[in-house]
């Protein structure tokens, strides 16, 4: 398995899950990925993670206007304001 296979597993196991970063690598035995510039940018062109709901939402759903947010969040957040 190349490094680049384990990323996206890692990737794939995060996204849409409300889990953190550092769990993540803890189930794949990969801590040492918390510090790999590669990585973390490879994580950071799929996934993002919501500063409202705390899910890790793939990239799309990231709010145009407003990229600490997923669409989700961004929607509740003009109900509200209703
Ligand atoms: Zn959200």
Redesign the pocket.
Known sequence: MTPETKWQEIIDFLTGSSGSLDNALAVFGAEDLQDHDPFLVTLGEQIFL?D??G?Q?PLEEQNMSDEL??N??CDHALDEEE
């Open positions: 919501c409202t709901c899910w939402c947010h997923c989700d969040c």
